[in-house]
């Protein structure tokens, strides 16, 4: 788990290679080290840093998905217990500039992003075969008394059907892609 609290706060830093990862967990102040639960060698005064090749491995096989639910559920939860009141949560879609997968495929992320504290509570891979609109149910089934904000692409019945489920309110803009709505 250290491991994993170390890359998180090398990125944090600004690093953005495994090899930045790694000179960053290298040079991270001692304070810091032990407050993410690395400990002391028992056999010398200093602490345990783990190994280039151990944090390579380690980030090679979280699962992002899985990471980015439980992060933003954590989040979700700590925002929970601190207001009773409803929550403003955007919804939003954005392609990463520099960022591909294999064969050059750019990477599309679906976003709810709480307008208050600005905090993502939960985002999704929106797949090549797929689009923003298939994954906005998937995105908010752990959000419950919620206002949604969304674009004029989320302006489907569906998803108004499922928020009014859920107990949660929707803010949209409406262009032309509904005709049946009164201007």
């Not at 403003?88 to 392609?95: C, D, E, I």
């Not at 750019?106 to 689009?131: F, P, R, S, Y």
């Not at 692409?153 to 929707?170: I, K, P, S, T, V």
Request: positive net charge; contains cysteine.
């Amino acid at each position: 788990m250290s491991v994993l609290a170390l890359a998180a706060c090398a990125v944090l830093a600004g690093a953005t290679s495994l090899l930045a990862v790694d000179e960053w967990i290298t040079d991270a102040p001692p304070h810091v080290l032990k407050h993410v639960g690395v400990r002391l060698d028992p056999l010398f005064p200093k602490r345990s840093l783990p190994a280039e090749t151990t944090v390579r491995r380690l980030l090679g096989r979280i699962d992002g998905d899985a990471l980015d639910l439980a992060v933003g559920r954590w989040l979700a939860d700590r925002r929970n217990r601190t207001q009773g009141r409803l929550r403003g949560l955007a919804v939003h879609g954005k392609s990463l500039r520099g960022a591909a997968k294999a064969k050059g495929r750019k990477i599309h992320l679906l976003a709810a992003l709480e307008h208050t504290a600005g905090l993502v509570l939960a985002q999704l891979d929106v797949g090549e075969k797929t689009n923003e609109i298939t994954c906005f149910q998937p995105l908010l089934e752990t959000m419950a008394g919620v206002v949604v904000t969304s674009d004029a692409m989320h302006a489907q019945r569906e998803h108004a059907d499922y928020l009014l489920g859920r107990e949660a309110h929707h803010i949209v803009i409406v262009k032309g892609n509904q005709k049946k709505l009164p201007k």
